[in-house]
């Protein structure tokens, strides 16, 4: 660790394995549910688990985006923090409101909470992954703008990289695009029309460039290419996904009220999303093939081509799958969606943000690298969190196809719960994998309290 | 990637290349904006305050945990937005009201306690949605 003020990483990185373990505890409960559909009733319903699933994905990756970012910039532009204080003043405020947030959620009847906090004033509860109540809202952008703050400031001070600029393009865009959750219109066609302008611009837009600044930073350390060509490399990427992401957010226009044209571009141009993860995984073995140093922290090595690799299968082959209209007529809203989800959030968001946990932890800690011991743990939880999510997945599109049958496709149709009642295998396999997945995620924790001998930083 | 191909081409072609399909996007969005009109039963919607009302107990329910609704949200519970074709409003809300069924291993819906004028608003929403042109998605009425 080159600076002092990077050390605020640290609160946010480990804020974010927590809620981690938050979020695939409540991901069990959900996935068997899908089960013994009475399984905690009326304890935890259905929805109340998978709001707790969803949001918690959401906050902590955006803590992990959060801590790898005041590693980042201090480093790249060669100076301390603005404001170290500011940055661990707003790690308490977002942990608080995150769990006051969470508590809500499980203690109280959703339409007590949204009662409780004033809905009605300014409606923009009850729509899917925002169903924050207002205030928390307007607390994260409260968050958000002085992060932004602490960071831009910390950036005019210092050198300007390639890097810091496209993650702080991609940091300004994330929150920006959070704004359009405060927009809820009655006609629910411009409602459903705008929501995505939050959940499409961020996962398959802007969160794509705080991917690629944050790999492009871990590849330069461990590999010791030069920066000129990473930096390359890394504005390539993101021409790529900008130009086919934003009018690729086109091909959720396809049943939800708005015109025909949306099939034709939404088809064509999310067709072309894939490539720029392609050009990601190449990108990242690319670099690790032409490295000029033998990183100790093999691990975070790991991480960076995991990445790459997830990324592309996630996000963009099992996207490609369903996203021409013609196909999207029948997969729209089923278990494919879902496995896709699954594997693209893992792929990209989650594997980037432990690939700067990897790398910048041990730094924080005062060593070049954990111990080899340590290491094999962290390596054995990549590997049983990785499969069971290709597991997770493969599970999820092989039920998704029955269904899409018996339910979309047969001579007789079914009707959606006895359909539901045909997948349990699938269902069953899936929780299997989820088990394994917490396996993964407990030899992850482990593995930061495993002792053996370290190198200093 | 070397010779006339700098960083600084590289950085350019990013943001010449966003910004153009950036406008693109928005240009396709206005377009959007005239067309709408023909197809999202804003008429009905004017007309109505039930239906803005049953949009608010859908969302302070939130409904979209478990159903989807143009086939968004989630995928634990029918699709809700042709439940009006599919089931009619008396069915709806003897079903709402009726819940949770209590059957061991079934899926269970909480009891909302949805008032008289909640439940028809709701149906009134449902009513609005089931007749908005979605290009005949779903492929079916199962949903």
Request: proline share 4%; net charge neutral.
């Amino acid at each position: 660790m080159q600076y002092q003020s990077q050390a605020v990483a640290k609160y946010y990185f480990v804020g974010a394995i927590g809620l981690f373990v938050a979020q695939i505890l409540f991901g069990l409960i959900m996935g068997l549910q899908y089960v013994i559909g009475d399984f905690l009733f009326p304890e935890i319903p259905f929805n109340v688990a998978r709001m707790v699933h969803t949001n918690a994905l959401i906050v902590w990756l955006l803590m992990g985006f959060m801590g790898s970012a005041y590693y980042l910039i201090p480093e790249e532009s060669e100076t301390e923090l603005y404001s170290p204080k500011l940055a661990v003043a707003m790690f308490w405020i977002f942990l608080v409101a995150a769990a006051a947030t969470v508590a809500g959620y499980l203690l109280v009847p959703y339409a007590g909470l949204a009662k409780m906090t004033g809905n009605d004033l300014w409606p923009t509860m009850g729509r899917e992954f925002l169903e924050q109540p207002t205030i928390t809202k307007l607390g994260i952008v409260v968050v958000a703008l002085a992060f932004l703050f602490n960071l831009t400031m910390t950036m005019l001070k210092g050198r300007k990289t390639a890097i810091s600029l496209v993650l702080m393009i991609g940091l300004w865009g994330l929150s920006i695009f959070f704004l359009f959750s405060f927009y809820n219109p009655d006609n629910i066609v411009k409602d459903k029309f705008f929501w995505w302008w939050t959940v499409h611009l961020w996962v398959e837009g802007v969160w794509e460039l705080i991917l690629g600044a944050i790999l492009a930073f871990v590849l330069i350390k461990v590999t010791g290419v030069d920066r000129e060509v990473i930096e390359k490399w890394l504005y390539v990427i993101i021409t790529l996904t900008l130009i086919t992401g934003i009018i690729g957010t086109g091909h959720h226009y396809y049943w939800i009220g708005t015109p025909e044209y949306w099939q034709w571009w939404g088809s064509i141009f999310s067709a072309l999303e894939p490539i720029p993860f392609f050009a990601m995984t190449l990108f990242a073995f690319n670099m690790v093939n032409r490295r000029r140093r033998e990183h100790p922290n093999k691990a975070a090595t790991l991480w960076a081509l995991g990445t790459g690799v997830m990324s592309f299968l996630g996000a963009g082959v099992w996207g490609f799958l369903h996203t021409l209209s013609p196909v999207n007529y029948y997969t729209h809203g089923t278990q494919i969606t879902a496995a896709h989800g699954h594997m693209a959030f893992y792929g990209a968001y989650v594997m980037v943000v432990l690939t700067m946990i990897s790398y910048a932890m041990p730094l924080m800690r005062g060593r070049a690298a954990n111990s080899n011991k340590a290491q094999v743990m962290e390596m054995w939880s990549f590997w049983l969190m990785t499969v069971s999510i290709v597991f997770i997945t493969l599970f999820l599109t092989a039920a998704g196809i029955l269904q899409i049958w018996l339910q979309r496709v047969a001579a007789v149709p079914m009707s959606f719960m006895d359909t539901q009642a045909q997948l349990s295998l699938f269902y069953w396999l899936r929780e299997g994998a989820g088990v394994i997945f917490l396996i993964g995620l407990v030899v992850y924790i482990v593995s930061f309290f495993c002792k053996g001998e370290t190198a200093k930083a | 990637m070397s010779g006339t191909f700098t960083t600084s081409t590289a950085r350019n072609i990013f943001f010449g290349g966003t910004i153009f399909f950036a406008l693109v996007f928005l240009a396709l969005t206005f377009q959007n904006e005239q067309i709408i009109p023909q197809r999202d039963q804003r008429a009905q919607l004017a007309a109505n305050p039930s239906i803005a009302a049953g949009k608010k107990v859908w969302e302070n329910n939130q409904c979209i945990g478990c159903h989807t609704l143009f086939g968004e949200g989630a995928y634990f519970a029918p699709e809700l937005g042709n439940v009006y074709k599919r089931r009619g409003p008396e069915f709806i809300k003897a079903w709402i009201a009726a819940q949770p069924t209590h059957t061991p291993g079934r899926r269970q819906m909480p009891q909302f306690n949805l008032t008289d004028k909640q439940l028809d608003d709701l149906v009134a929403f449902f009513k609005y949605v089931s007749e908005i042109n979605t290009n005949n998605w779903p492929p079916n009425i199962e949903g």
